[in-house]
């Protein structure tokens, strides 16, 4: 007997769904508008925005004058509003109220005299964003990086420090890194700001993991948090594939397999893990004939 589980927690998050269907209503109503950055990270999902006139731009410079912008899920620095609100754009802000949180507590951080410390992917453009709400951020990828700092200048272990985390980071990450802080230097405050819909489908991803023999992971290389996923599925289950699409899936995976998992990252539209669930079944059933 062959058993298919799909992870509950596959595919939009809160935010995204929110910034979506906000582009999606602005697109409806006909008003020029244009977005910042990708929406999310999906192609399709950008192209069919883009097919309903809403035009991707990547800096506040070519936002045209007075026309609306939504800010995306991931938010932007403080730099970003004051270039846009200089060009007279009306701004329809998409930033996730978990991302929002950690910009205020971070530059909260900083007027108290703290040195703000974030854990995150460096170039990620949420990471980007939250470090843009402070004036010296310390950007720190984990636990590796976070030793390299501190043994940098031995005055650092002293400084009031403030950890934040990226919201979609794992437990791992951020929890090795709260570990050493603790342990090591005098003055820290630590802010967990992994959000709650990462936790749940990480640990759904994990326990999912923990009993196929194989799992599939779906969505965007360029997604942190479906990188995550496939990492943590990596742990618990030994084959296991990361794809962005059904049919990047080879027949020959699910060979000898009894039960197989799929979950999907934030930014994962439902059709798409609608389309691999679909595909999956069918190749499972196949499998199951050639035996
Ligand atoms: Fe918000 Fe968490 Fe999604 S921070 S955008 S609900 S991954």
């Known amino acids: 007997m062959r058993e298919l589980h799909l992870a509950k927690s596959a595919g939009f998050c809160y935010g995204v769904r929110r910034a979506v269907e906000l582009a999606e209503s602005v697109a409806a109503s006909g008003a020029p508008c244009v977005l910042l950055g990708h929406i999310i990270h999906n192609q399709n999902v950008v192209d069919r925005l883009a097919s309903l006139g809403l035009r991707t731009v990547e800096s506040p410079e070519e936002v045209p004058e007075g026309c609306q912008v939504v800010i995306r899920s991931h938010g932007e620095s403080r730099a970003v509003y004051e270039a846009l609100q200089a060009r007279g754009a009306n701004i329809l802000d998409a930033t996730c109220p978990n991302v929002k949180r950690i910009h205020q507590i971070v530059s909260q951080a ?12 460096p170039d990620h453009p949420e990471v980007v964003a939250i470090a843009g709400w402070c004036r010296r951020p310390v950007v720190l990828s984990g636990v590796e990086d976070l030793t390299k700092w501190l043994s940098g200048d031995p005055k650092r272990r002293e400084l009031p420090l403030t950890f934040v985390s ?15 802080a603790k342990k090591e230097c005098t003055n820290v405050k630590i802010f967990d700001t992994i959000c709650n819909a990462t936790h749940e489908r990480q640990s759904e991803a994990a326990e999912i993991a923990g009993k196929a023999d194989v799992m599939v992971v779906v969505g965007d290389r360029k997604s942190a948090n479906t990188k995550h996923l496939t990492e943590i599925c990596l742990r618990r289950c030994p084959r296991v594939v990361q794809i962005e699409r059904a049919d990047e899936l080879s027949p020959d ?8 998992g799929l979950t999907a990252g934030a930014s994962t539209p439902a059709g798409i893990i609608k389309e691999v669930y679909a595909t999956m079944s069918e190749e499972i059933k196949a499998a199951e004939g050639k035996e």
């Open 110 to 121: 900083e007027e108290h005299g703290r040195q703000p410390v974030i854990v995150g992917t």
């Open 166 to 180: 990226q919201t979609t980071s794992t437990q791992k990450i951020w929890e090795d890194c709260v570990k050493k």
């Open 253 to 260: 995976f699910f060979n000898g397999c009894t039960v197989a």
